[in-house]
């Protein structure tokens, strides 16, 4: 698929590897349309969460699987020594922890030289505040609403007010950035991240935790368009 035919606007569907079948990964990127959605990939570092996830191999292995949009979420520490890495194996949007980030304007200007898309993200506790001084350039803006570093959490009502303080930024700021939402997010919660400004949906446990991914897929997108 050509990149001009990834879906670029709101809303859209992003299921997360983090809960599919590593042994079926084939399988679990059969379901992802890549004209409709995006797949979510969690990279994580036991650093900065407590967990181990995968690096640019997987990457390079989805994207060998699937034309659908490749939306990289790094949850580690030092991440401009691995974006050149993860561009290579194939992302096409690659979002940061603004705690992980020594200097993040460089390691935003580091995404966008190799090509891809750059997002930027805040961990639960850290106020949207913060990221404003980098909003302006953003692709992608990612509302965490789970503690990073598992899936399967409980949604973070509280922050559908992070979301809503996303939109508004944008909308005084003629910003571009997409708001995506992580965690916790399933067809009962997606309905108000929408209603709060939301355009992108991860989804892990609600879709390849479930006894009908393909159907649970259909839900969800029917619960946010
Ligand atoms: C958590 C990850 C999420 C995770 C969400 O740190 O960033 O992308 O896959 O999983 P669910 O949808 O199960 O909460
Ligand atoms: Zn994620």
Known sequence: MSPSTHPLAGPIVAPSL???DFARLDQALALVDPARDWVHCDVMDNHFVPN????PQVVAAARRLS??????HLMIERPETLIAGFRAAGADLVTVHLEACADPAATMAAVRATGARAGLTLRPGTPFAQAEPWLEDLDLFLVMTVEPGFGGQAFMPGMLEKVRAAREWRERHGARYLIEVDGGISSATAPQCRAAGAD???????????SD????????RTAVG
């Open 52 to 55: 181990l996830t995968f690096g």
């Open 213 to 220: 991914p393909r159907r649970a897929l259909q839900e969800l």
């Open 200 to 210: 992108v949906f991860v989804a892990g446990n609600a879709i390849y935790a479930q």
């Open 67 to 72: 034309a659908a949009f490749l939306d990289v």
């Open 18 to 20: 983090l809960s599919a």
